[in-house]
């Protein structure tokens, strides 16, 4: 433990759980996607940087980083809403519409900042307020990050238990009786898309502004890591209930980030940044087969 | 009330498979009445169903539930008008919600569907309530997942599901033919008692024949997209099954009659 402890110095570390905590949006967001309406959405590949090129060129627009922050979520859920209406409208298969999605979002997102890279130096953002209080930087972003998780888990958990939200859970586990229910699938189709995007685009405001740069390529590989979250989370938490499910998605994207950081830093392994990809689909193949293992070794 | 008026049903138009499954069925339920349906395979007997839940929308006729023109209208938009019980126990609910959920679920049928909290206290004990009255023990199992339960457990709570919110008609869709005799008899008993305090006007389609004449207040037997008998009062009183399995057969035979014509 000493050894993986010095290995990942403290900035390191609260690095890598500030990041977790910014994909934490994205691993809520894919819960919903997947889990809840059981529909397989690629479109987050392209909503995360959109999320992160509208909240970048408002601020350096002069807007207010909040105010650019919820411009962003209502930028996210135009995306998502643009996927369900090609699958649910024009009956395009659901992978493949968020796969179209997700392509035109790369010329728009290049439109929306006009070149691939925007940079936020010495820009208020919504953190500035915090910076140079008694706490340091390194701890202020995770803090920061995480409040605004726990409001958006406790939302979403709020939601998820309500009439509405039961309706949408409904949709994606027997769409059929959802309907004999007097459920208008295609509209929680819709909503929850819209819901599960918004989420993806504030992970990405939040990412260009604790960041401090907003990337086109930032997107690339948004939903393995989401997905890893959400399974890491069910891999240790197991299925119990809404609040432990989004729990699993929130602690899954730190856990993910610390490993992470963990198999790049130690030296012992020999891997590099540009290994991460190899890293990812590892660690994800792991928490998918870990508990058929255990399963079989208790039969 | 029920009005179906001259209803056509096609599928597959156009194609080689093209089949006429209702050929202008007129039929009219009385409110509170319960009819029994029975029928061969593809008779259409399902397609009448569907076209009164909503999930078959008919090329030709009119549907009138209670005073409502339903004609044009999906599944989700008369909902409010229409409960129903599926043949298959999975279908009829959400195996991956608790059996309080799927009561909530129910018991917006056809209403918005708002922010309120989906389990407060006072619905609990609703759903506490109605539940118990089964005698099967769930109440204290209102937390576990559907499916966990067996497929009986499962119709027997569709059931409860079904009277949970108000409606004009209930639609009964073979729904023990999945179930073993013990169970089958027990769901039909709880239909029965559901039917009759409740005063719904119910619609039930079965394969059993036994179970067309024992229940309910009328017959109807459908062949080829039409209906071919339609018993009530004291002539359906003194019908025997074997009396059914004889129109069955002269029904039958006569269709045979037709096709060795057309061959020969």
């Given at each position: 433990m000493t050894e993986k402890g010095r290995a990942l110095s403290q900035i390191a570390f609260w690095g890598a759980v500030e990041l977790g905590l910014v994909y934490a949006f994205v691993a809520v967001g894919v819960f919903l996607a997947f889990r809840v309406l059981d529909f397989p959405d690629l479109t987050v590949d392209g909503s995360f940087p959109l999320g992160a090129a509208v909240t970048a060129v408002l601020i350096i627009a002069g807007v207010n980083p909040w105010l650019a922050a919820a411009v962003a979520m209502v930028a996210g859920a135009a995306a998502g809403i643009v996927t369900a209406l090609l699958n649910v409208r024009f009956r395009i298969l659901n992978l493949l519409a968020s796969i179209l999605t997700m392509i035109a979002l790369f010329?728009?997102?290049?439109?929306?900042?006009?070149k691939p890279n925007v940079a936020l130096i010495n820009a208020d953002t919504m953190l500035s307020p915090f910076y140079g209080l008694s706490l340091r930087d390194f701890y202020v972003r995770p803090l920061f990050v995480g409040i605004l998780v726990l409001a958006a888990v406790l939302a979403v958990w709020r939601f998820l238990e309500s009439d509405a939200?039961?309706?949408?859970?409904?949709?994606?586990?027997?769409?059929?009786?959802a309907r004999a229910q007097g459920v208008d699938t295609s509209r929680q189709i819709y909503l929850g898309m819209a819901i599960s995007n918004a989420l993806v685009a504030l992970g990405g405001a939040l990412f260009a502004q604790t960041n401090g740069f907003a990337d086109v390529t930032s997107g690339v590989g948004t939903i393995v890591v989401g997905l890893a979250a959400v399974i890491i989370g069910e891999t240790l938490f197991g299925a119990r209930g809404i609040l432990i499910a989004l729990a699993g998605c929130v602690?899954?994207?730190?856990?993910?980030?610390?490993?992470?950081?963990?198999?790049?830093?130690?030296?012992?392994l020999g891997l590099q940044a540009s290994d991460l990809n190899f890293v990812?689909?590892?660690?994800?193949?792991?928490?998918?087969?870990?508990?058929?293992?255990?399963?079989?070794?208790?039969? | 009330m029920i009005s179906v008026k001259n209803i056509k049903v096609v599928f597959g138009k156009g194609t080689p498979l093209q089949k006429q499954a209702l050929n202008g069925v007129t039929l009219t339920?009385?409110?509170?009445?319960?009819?029994?349906?029975?029928?061969?395979?593809?008779?259409?007997?399902?397609?009448?169903?569907?076209?009164?839940?909503?999930?078959?929308?008919?090329?030709?006729?009119?549907?009138t539930i209670g005073h409502t023109d339903v004609t044009r209208k999906g599944t989700p938009a008369r909902a409010g008008l229409v409960a129903r019980v599926f043949q298959d126990p999975l279908a009829g609910s959400c195996g991956a919600l608790s059996i309080e959920e799927n009561l909530a679920l129910a018991a917006r049928r056809g209403e918005s569907r708002g922010l309120t909290p989906a389990l407060g206290a006072k619905r609990r004990e609703h759903f506490r309530a109605r539940i118990a009255e089964l005698n099967l023990g769930l109440e204290n199992r209102l937390g576990d997942r559907m499916d966990l339960l067996s497929g009986g457990q499962r119709q027997a709570v569709s059931l409860v599901m079904a009277t949970l919110a108000g409606s004009e008609v209930l639609l009964l869709d073979e729904h023990t033919a999945a179930l073993d005799p013990g169970m089958a008899e027990f769901v039909m008993n709880l239909t029965q008692k559901i039917v009759t305090e409740r005063k719904l006007t119910t619609m039930m389609v079965t394969h059993s024949m036994r179970q067309a004449l024992d229940y309910g207040h009328r017959t109807i037997m459908l062949h080829g997209g039409e209906i071919v008998l339609d018993v009530a009062g004291d002539s359906r009183k003194t019908l025997e099954v074997e009396d059914l399995i004889a129109m069955f057969r002269r029904i039958r035979g006569q269709t045979l009659d037709d096709d060795a014509l057309l061959i020969g």
């Open positions: 010329s728009v997102n290049l439109r929306v900042m006009g939200g039961l309706a949408m859970r409904a949709t994606g586990a027997n769409a059929r009786m602690l899954g994207s730190i856990l993910y980030r610390i490993a992470i950081q963990l198999a790049l830093s130690t030296d012992v990812t689909a590892a660690l994800v193949t792991v928490a998918l087969v870990l508990p058929r293992l255990r399963r079989g070794g208790a039969a | 339920i009385e409110e509170g009445s319960f009819v029994t349906v029975i029928g061969s395979n593809g008779a259409g007997k399902s397609t009448l169903l569907g076209v009164l839940a909503g999930d078959v929308l008919p090329s030709e006729g009119e549907v």
